[in-house]
């Protein structure tokens, strides 16, 4: 028999996966891109080998992609829809978590909900629930592992608990790089938690799966460890596209996981949107890493007093609040704190090694952050109080997801209206140009081979002599090229192809832009 709470919380569902459906039909960007190619043009095992030792990520989303598409096709809407269904499960275990780290009263139904919807209406889980990429998955997985953990820390008997776990685990580590930082929450915790030795044995065996298929990916993974340190060191720039240890890259994890992934061009206006949109959240979490000491010495107080229990109104007040907090007593919301902070502070340290902080890689930890910032908008006493932080954020979640599906500018790359309109405006003897050893990967699947197209450059970081004469013998007896500038100051920061172009007599004849791949520019002779 379905209860109220259950009811709202498929109604919740429903709502997340409207959201996640809307717009979810634009173009592919780069990596949404490469990874298709991947799934449609390689097999199990070339992706596992061949694909893997020029990729930086682990195999399994791209494995689950190319069984998805074999299905449902190539579509955007279907190669997306994997990180809808990961997103849209995700806030059904949110609601789980909650329910399980809170215990059972009104108020903290209240946070199950709240924390459920907060998820769903997030424009930055959004985002990401609808882009081809391993984050959504990853979310997931996290979710899931955090689930169960809550589970088997408590000794439970029941052996599926333990099997998610470790499945779960496993998944999660083969589905994205940076989620191995959520492990050491796995650790501490039980540490906390004074687990017995018969405990730990039984827990150490649910990581042989990660041990194991880990020493088979071993020599991968050096490949890839060799590929990006040898990345970094021909584009030193790439740190910058791939985050480095910077208070900027920290600001935009907060700026992201509270306002979403939208930006302004007026700076004072962004900058002011973010200081409103970042008030009430950190009024919640600042409530919810307060409030059990606050909790503890009431009750303190109480008893010292020796006052007499309270009736009516201000005794179900503190009823409502004892059951809350007693989970804090107990160190259930410890492993949200942790599953929050220990992932962000150990990526951060990472990363002056090797840079890989950015926001988006975080996704799987948003989950702790809408349970925190919901526990600690329940535990205010006064509604009015209540009432007004629940409403303004979710009114900045709402705001961010509006201006994100009306403003084509806050979405992705249009490489599908850019690659036609090229195919369909070049004319004989004109040639498309890449700053690139060849054709970026979402040209490549939307252009249905109409015009003659290539990359220009000897390598991914171009020299000058060879990438010069490179792009003489390819622009050689055209009268016309169309010249993508996308990723120039990486590859090409010198601007050696547009030198050679102008030294072969071509001009500036048109500037075409396209959201996120920027200026196309039409040379002519």
């Keep these: ?68 598409t074999d299905i449902f096709g190539y579509s955007e809407i279907s190669l997306r829809m994997p990180s809808v269904l990961f997103g849209v499960a995700t806030i059904y275990f949110v609601y789980l978590i909650s329910k399980k780290i809170t215990y059972q009263s009104p108020t903290t139904n209240s946070i199950s909900l709240f924390s459920a919807i907060l998820l769903a209406t997030s424009q930055f889980h959004i985002y990401y629930s609808q882009e081809a990429r391993m984050y959504s998955m990853a979310t997931f997985f996290s979710t899931l592992s955090i689930y169960a953990f809550l589970f088997i820390v408590e000794s439970t008997k029941k052996l599926k608990y333990w099997v998610i776990f470790s499945i779960a685990t496993t998944t999660l580590i083969f589905t994205d790089y940076m989620p191995v930082f ?5 650790f501490v915790y039980p540490i906390f938690r004074k687990k017995d030795w018969q405990w730990w044995k039984k827990y150490f065996l649910t990581f042989v799966p990660i041990l194991f298929l880990g020493f088979l990916w071993l020599p991968t993974l050096l490949i890839q460890f060799s590929k ?37 061009l007026d700076k004072y206006f962004y900058y002011s949107l973010i200081f409103v949109a970042s008030t009430p959240f950190i009024i919640a979490l600042f ?64 990363s002056f090694l090797f840079p890989a902080f950015i926001y988006f890689r ?19 006493r006064k509604k009015i109080v209540k009432v007004v932080l629940m409403a303004s954020l979710l009114f900045v979640n709402i705001f961010s997801y509006f201006v994100y599906i009306l403003d084509p500018h806050q979405q992705r790359e249009m490489w599908r209206e850019a690659t036609q309109f090229v195919e369909d405006n070049a004319k004989d003897a004109e040639i498309i140009i890449f700053e690139f050893t060849e054709p970026f990967a979402p040209y490549k699947w939307y252009a249905r081979g109409l015009v003659a197209a290539r990359g220009v450059t000897d390598s991914i970081s171009a020299n000058p002599e060879s990438t010069s004469q490179l792009t003489s013998d390819t622009i050689k007896d055209k009268k016309g090229v169309y010249y993508f500038e996308y990723l120039r100051d990486l590859s090409d920061p010198q601007r050696v192809v547009e030198g050679t172009l102008k030294n072969q007599g071509f001009s500036v004849n048109k500037i075409y832009n396209y959201v996120g791949v920027g200026q196309i520019y039409y040379w002519t002779r």
């Design 1 to 68: 028999m379905l209860t109220r709470n259950n009811k709202v919380i498929y109604l919740i569902l429903i709502l997340g996966l409207i959201l996640r459906l809307i717009v979810i039909n634009q173009s592919l960007w780069l990596d949404e891109a490469i990874g298709a190619l991947a799934a449609r043009d390689f097999s199990y095992g070339g992706i596992l080998t061949n694909f893997m030792h020029f990729d930086n990520h682990p195999p399994l989303y791209y494995l689950t992609l190319r069984f998805w």
């Design 182 to 186: 959520l492990l050491p929450v796995f």
């Design 228 to 264: 990006g340190k040898w990345l970094l060191e021909t584009l030193p720039s790439w740190k910058n596209v791939a985050g480095g240890a910077t208070l900027k890259q920290l600001a935009l994890v907060w700026t992201k996981f509270s306002l979403g992934r939208i930006t302004f």
């Design 287 to 350: 409530r919810a890493f307060t409030n059990t000491e606050h909790f503890n010495a009431r009750m303190k107080r109480t008893q010292r007093n020796k006052l007499v229990e309270p009736k009516g109104r201000e005794y179900r007040g503190l009823l409502a609040i004892g059951s809350l907090f007693s989970a804090l007593r107990k160190g259930r919301f410890l492993l949200i704190w942790l599953w929050l902070t220990i992932p962000l502070l150990l990526g951060f340290i990472v």
């Design 362 to 380: 975080y996704l799987y930890i948003v989950p702790a952050f809408y349970l925190l910032v919901s526990i600690g908008v329940q535990g205010f």
